[in-house]
Nanobody, 125 residues
């Protein structure tokens, strides 16, 4: 069982940066692939980024590539999402996710076993 708690969301202006953190519980945190999804009002959940259990492989949605960076610290049981050059269209609730095993594409929501409660990110123009 893994519990995920996100933090770091807030209100920023376009062009500014935020760093989201996701603290995970459990001794096996370092064995999980981790990721971030987001959901804006009236839209479906959208894949943002993912990272393999060891951090050697990362994946990004085209919409955030070059602006967002996912990383993890397995000693601290924490995964991060550094978001730079934020745009109003990045406004959404951001969810941290964990997968014991990725059988398919890391962009698929069904791949992930655990979800956090979400943190709101609002980017004003």
């Amino acid at each position: 069982q893994v519990q995920l708690v996100e933090s770091g969301g807030g209100l920023v202006q376009a062009g500014e940066s935020l760093r989201l953190s996701c603290a995970g519980s459990g001794r096996t945190f370092s064995t999980y692939a981790m990721g971030w999804f987001r959901q804006a009002p009236g839209t479906d959940r959208e894949f943002v980024a993912a990272i393999s259990w060891g951090g050697g492989n990362t994946y990004y949605a085209d919409s955030v590539k070059g602006r967002f960076t996912i990383s993890r610290d397995n000693v601290k049981n924490t995964v991060y999402l550094q978001m730079n050059s934020l745009k109003p269209e990045d406004t959404a609730v951001y969810y941290c996710v964990a997968a014991a095993y990725l059988s398919g594409s890391p962009t698929g929501a069904l791949e992930y076993d655990y979800w956090g409660q979400g943190t709101q990110v609002t980017v004003s123009s």
